[in-house]
């Protein structure tokens, strides 16, 4: 079966920066939409960024120029790259799968999710 397991969070100081990674099994990664998705205690949980199986890739904008989606083929893994981190983007980050080869960031309904890894940045 499909599971998907996160690690590479932690505290970082505004500034920082940590890289997540998402290793998949039970599929391989680039014949899904793939994507990282966050939380923070009392919001919605809202799309980060996504990579096509195409490796076009979206963001929200609130972290473009700072977040970077990658994923190793060979290594089924996916990666959220994240530099100059803000203590608003401290939060609950999960890896997402989506069947459907092409959605972007903001099309994304996933099929399946991982358990998530926290990041927290602090001023």
């Known amino acids: 079966q499909v599971q998907l397991v996160e690690s590479g969070g932690g505290s970082v100081q505004a500034g920082g920066s940590l890289r997540l990674s998402c290793a998949a099994s039970?599929?391989?990664?680039?014949?899904?939409?793939m994507g990282w998705f966050r939380q923070a205690p009392g919001k919605e949980r809202e799309g980060v960024a996504a990579i096509q199986i195409d490796g076009r890739t979206s963001y929200v904008n609130s972290v473009k120029g700072r977040f970077t989606i990658s994923r190793d083929n060979a290594k089924n893994t996916l990666y959220l790259q994240m530099n100059s981190l803000k203590p608003e983007d401290t939060a609950m980050y999960y890896c997402a799968a989506d069947v459907a080869g092409y959605a972007t960031i903001a099309t994304m309904t996933p099929d399946y999710w991982g358990q998530g890894t926290q990041v927290t940045v602090s001023s």
């Open positions: 039970g599929y391989t990664i680039n014949a899904y939409s």
